[in-house]
């Protein structure tokens, strides 16, 4: 099994096999490693944000629990994604308000290792449903900073060393935002859809390029002058 985002949430309760037995078990995404190590990002009651790494066979049987990493001790969201390699990097986000991105080393066997962190944003909130990969090393989503919802271009070296906030954007509309979700199109175009926190305030779809020289803004139009958006496009 390739490495690749299996689903964006997933729900992880104590029946399964070895998985911890805490409440309140909130999933970010789950990526699998190899065909028999899946790894998922989680909140718990706390709040407190961990990996798990779990075995796995091809029919599907789950196995123990092999790792457990903490990512934020008071870490309210999470997502990962694979970098390079035993190479993965995760944005999350603390009760503080806190925005930062951190990479780890997780082995075929499903030992995992921190190996850097770098602060995105000092007060900001994460709006997009996830991370996004735009290309190798290359990443995406959404973060709310002074009431401003921004679309970000963030890179990872393969050795999961260096994180670089390579350009953010600001579309220019004045609003704070509810929800942000992404598409890819083709080439550098990205679609977003996107929502006003106050009812009968309006949907919009905003297009961009997204590449390793930052963000630009394409087009926009409004859907729906009543919509809040609440699902992936």
């Not at 690749?4 to 070895?18: E, F, H, M, R, V």
């Not at 001790?73 to 991105?101: E, F, P, R, S, W």
């Not at 220019?172 to 992404?182: L, S």
């Amino acid at each position: 099994m390739a490495t690749g985002d299996i689903t964006p949430a997933l729900a992880w309760t104590s029946s399964i096999a070895g998985f911890d037995a805490a409440t309140g078990l909130t999933p970010g995404n789950i990526l699998s490693v190899n065909a028999t190590v899946v790894v998922a990002i989680a909140e718990i009651t706390g709040p407190i944000l961990y990996l798990w790494t779990m075995s796995i066979d091809n029919a599907g049987v789950l196995g123990a629990q092999i790792d457990k990493e903490l990512v934020a001790a008071t870490g309210i969201k999470g997502y990962i994604q694979h970098v390079a390699g035993d190479v993965y990097t995760v944005l999350y986000q603390n009760n503080a308000g806190n925005v930062n991105m951190a990479t780890y080393s997780i082995a075929a066997d499903g030992t995992i290792v921190f190996i850097f962190a770098a602060n995105i944003e000092v007060a900001g909130t994460i709006r997009s449903d996830r991370l996004y990969t735009v290309s190798h090393g290359l990443f995406t989503c959404s973060i709310e900073v002074g009431g401003e919802p921004r679309v970000y271009v963030i890179s990872v070296s393969d050795d999961g060393g260096t994180i670089t906030t390579v350009d953010f954007l600001h579309d220019g509309f004045a609003h704070t935002n509810v929800g942000m979700y992404f598409c890819h199109i083709a080439g550098d175009v990205w679609c977003v859809a996107r929502s006003k926190a106050a009812a009968g305030e309006s949907l919009r779809f905003v297009t961009y390029t997204i590449n390793g020289a930052g963000v630009a803004m394409i087009d926009d139009a409004v859907i729906d002058a009543v919509s809040v958006v609440s699902g992936e496009t």
